[in-house]
């Protein structure tokens, strides 16, 4: 009961909890049913993951969407800036538990278009890392028409990748100091 009450304080998901304390989903299924008795450790790293869920200063995946859907349409610069700072923030995460809270919540305001794609690119990438990719973090489609979220600077490589599926960006741009 008291790795239940951790895992929902956390805001995990069963996947999300395991990856947290370092276990498959099954070991973790398999404590939660009582056919196995988790260690001390692990009651400590679910807790320590509740603790830092509800005291963290960084985004997860969803405060990011929600960030770039306030200013995509008003602020491209500052949408981009967000999208690029939620990145920052979580190729700095430093702990497996870290990595699962990114990936909890979902987002409340809704991405569309262009900037879906965008935005959803760049957080899977960031995924890479074996973390929890969240279960509303599509898999991004490429674009009908080519899109540049900013002004293109002539002369300038852009980024393979985002021009695979049709958005033209500088590489210079996705660089943050």
């Not at 900013?150 to 210079?172: F, H, K, M, T």
Request: glycine share 6%; charged share 20%.
């Amino acid at each position: 009961m008291r790795l239940a009450a951790l895992i929902e304080a956390a805001g995990f998901n069963q996947s999300q909890a395991a990856h947290a304390v370092g276990c498959t989903p099954s070991r973790l299924g398999d404590y939660l049913a009582g056919r196995t008795v988790p260690s001390a450790l692990v009651l400590l790293d679910l807790e320590d993951a509740a603790e830092q869920a509800a005291h963290r200063t960084w985004m997860r995946a969803s405060d990011v969407i929600d960030a770039v859907a306030t200013h995509c349409d008003s602020d491209p610069v500052w949408a981009m800036r967000m999208l690029l700072q939620g990145r920052d923030q979580s190729l700095a995460l430093s702990t497996p538990a870290r990595r699962a809270i990114w990936a909890t919540g979902s987002p409340r305001l809704a991405l569309t278009g262009p900037w879906k794609t965008l935005a959803h690119t760049i957080l899977r990438e960031t995924a890479r890392d074996g973390r929890p990719i969240p279960q509303w973090l599509a898999a991004p489609m490429p674009l009908r028409e080519p899109w540049a979220p900013l002004p293109l600077r002539q002369g300038r490589a852009l980024d393979d990748g985002l021009a695979a599926l049709g958005i033209q960006i500088n590489e210079r741009e996705l660089v943050t100091a």
